[in-house]
């Protein structure tokens, strides 16, 4: 059987890009693209660029039992969620460790999405499915076309009514070239930016056109992996290669607490009865690491995966790094021991190709007000 069991109607439009497709979630994904990277990233800081992020994986929920259902797989209160109104949330396993984050839509009264990365939420969803009055469907006709960037809203502004008034986390039932579409004001990014959920048979004329119009305005198409660049900046993290899934401690299985990661924002406040919530809380304060910024000097990015050291001793690694062409600065996203994510302190990251000064430095480094992707009008 091949890895890649579910496929993008834009595969032959990544190909032609120059992209192999290779799998993510089990999805052929555009890793590579026949050009700079470095200009994608560019465009969508200061322009615009459109991503096919498809390989998100997509559930209806439905029935009496829907919203109870999400209330208890995930860390967020959904009764203050009201149709047209998305949230970010994490699943817990019993252990209180994440094993999967994603966005929470409310489409109605007893109707949700939920969109999900390579992590087990379908899976926790079923768990907590069990024996309710509800239904859940696998939806991978839906794609997910991510248009992100400064002038985003410009360009959807000419074809969507009403898109300017669109507040950050919400969404609208509309229309786009004819189609329908589901659009929301969501992204990976850390940009102002908007995913727009259409059929798998709409997909391509809706990318053609939206490249083929926004061209003079700047608009690219870019790969997937471009986002790596982007959420090293903006402190967005992406399941499993920010996690002990793949950087494993020692004599203990994988897993991570929600204090470790920095997402416990995500849980609302007082909210109890989640799958984990009692060794959620209980394990406040006793984070084996934490997630923190790291700042390099010079140009030289730092290996995915190098070793962080202070005075001497490995005290990390890091997960995912970039060196902006805007900022001029090399940076990336650490997993460090509690008493180094302070602010300043002075690091080493050992490269294959040698050892590089460093310091700690708090996330995100871009907008930490989040003043871009919250913008109104």
Same mark, same amino acid.
């Given at each position: 059987?091949?890895?890649?069991?579910?496929?993008?109607?834009?595969?032959?439009?990544?190909?032609?890009?120059?992209?192999?497709?290779?799998?993510?979630?089990?999805?052929?994904?555009?890793?590579?693209?026949?050009?700079?990277?470095?200009?994608?990233?560019?465009?969508?800081?200061?322009?615009?660029?459109?991503?096919?992020?498809?390989?998100?994986?997509?559930?209806?929920?439905?029935?009496?039992?829907?919203?109870?259902?999400?209330?208890?797989?995930?860390?967020?209160?959904?009764?203050?969620?009201?149709?047209?109104?998305?949230?970010?949330?994490?699943?817990?396993?019993?252990?209180?460790?994440?094993?999967?984050?994603?966005?929470?839509?409310?489409?109605?009264?007893?109707?949700?999405?939920?969109?999900?990365?390579?992590?087990?939420?379908?899976?926790?969803?079923?768990?907590?499915?069990?024996?309710?009055?509800?239904?859940?469907?696998?939806?991978?006709?839906?794609?997910?076309?991510?248009?992100?960037?400064?002038?985003?809203?410009?360009?959807?502004?000419?074809?969507?009514?009403?898109?300017?008034?669109?507040?950050?986390?919400?969404?609208?039932?509309?229309?786009?070239?004819?189609?329908?579409?589901?659009?929301?004001?969501?992204?990976y990014t850390g940009e102002r930016g908007y995913e727009i959920f259409c059929r798998g048979q709409d997909a391509g004329t809706? @990318?053609?056109?939206? !490249? $083929?119009?926004?061209? %003079?305005? *700047?608009?690219?198409?870019? #790969?997937f992996t471009t986002l790596d660049m982007l959420r090293v900046e903006s402190y967005l993290l992406f399941y499993p290669y920010?996690?002990?899934?793949?950087?494993?401690?020692?004599?203990?299985?994988?897993?991570?607490?929600? @204090?470790?990661?920095? !997402? $416990?924002?995500?849980? %609302?406040? *007082?909210?109890?009865?989640? #799958?984990?919530?009692?060794?959620?809380?209980?394990?406040?304060?006793?984070?084996?690491?934490?997630?923190?910024?790291?700042?390099?000097?010079?140009?030289?990015?730092?290996?995915?995966?190098?070793?962080?050291?202070?005075?001497?001793?490995?005290?990390?690694?890091?997960?995912?790094?970039?060196?902006?062409?805007?900022?001029?600065?090399?940076?990336?996203?650490?997993?460090?021991?509690?008493?180094?994510?302070?602010?300043?302190?002075?690091?080493?990251?050992?490269?294959?190709?040698?050892?590089?000064?460093?310091?700690?430095?708090?996330?995100?480094?871009?907008?930490?007000?989040?003043?871009?992707?919250?913008?109104?009008?």
């Amino acid at each position: 059987m091949t890895a890649s069991w579910r496929f993008s109607t834009l595969a032959d439009r990544h190909r032609a890009l120059g992209s192999k497709l290779e799998d993510w979630s089990g999805m052929g994904t555009a890793w590579t693209y026949d050009k700079d990277a470095d200009e994608e990233y560019t465009a969508i800081r200061t322009k615009a660029g459109l991503m096919d992020v498809s390989g998100l994986k997509k559930v209806h929920i439905t029935g009496p039992h829907a919203s109870h259902l999400i209330d208890l797989a995930t860390t967020r209160d959904v009764e203050k969620i009201y149709p047209g109104k998305s949230a970010y949330a994490c699943m817990l396993n019993e252990a209180g460790k994440f094993t999967d984050d994603c966005i929470l839509y409310r489409t109605g009264p007893n109707a949700w999405m939920v969109v999900h990365g390579s992590g087990t939420g379908h899976e926790e969803l079923q768990r907590a499915a069990m024996g309710r009055d509800v239904s859940l469907r696998f939806d991978d006709n839906l794609h997910d076309l991510s248009l992100q960037g400064p002038t985003a809203v410009d360009y959807l502004a000419k074809h969507v009514p009403g898109i300017r008034d669109l507040p950050y986390f919400h969404h609208m039932q509309t229309q786009l070239f004819g189609f329908p579409v589901m659009i929301s004001r969501t992204g990976y990014t850390g940009e102002r930016g908007y995913e727009i959920f259409c059929r798998g048979q709409d997909a391509g004329t809706i @990318w053609d056109r939206i !490249l $083929d119009e926004g061209k %003079s305005a *700047g608009i690219i198409p870019c #790969r997937f992996t471009t986002l790596d660049m982007l959420r090293v900046e903006s402190y967005l993290l992406f399941y499993p290669y920010d996690n002990s899934q793949k950087y494993p401690f020692e004599n203990e299985g994988p897993g991570d607490t929600l @204090w470790e990661l920095g !997402l $416990d924002f995500t849980v %609302s406040p *007082g909210k109890t009865g989640f #799958r984990g919530a009692e060794e959620h809380y209980r394990l406040k304060g006793k984070e084996r690491f934490k997630i923190y910024g790291v700042l390099l000097d010079g140009k030289e990015p730092a290996d995915e995966g190098a070793p962080v050291y202070r005075d001497g001793k490995k005290v990390g690694v890091v997960t995912c790094a970039m060196y902006s062409p805007l900022v001029k600065k090399s940076m990336g996203i650490a997993r460090l021991d509690v008493d180094c994510a302070v602010k300043d302190t002075k690091l080493e990251i050992r490269n294959k190709s040698g050892s590089i000064k460093a310091t700690a430095q708090p996330l995100p480094f871009d907008d930490p007000k989040k003043t871009k992707r919250t913008a109104k009008g």
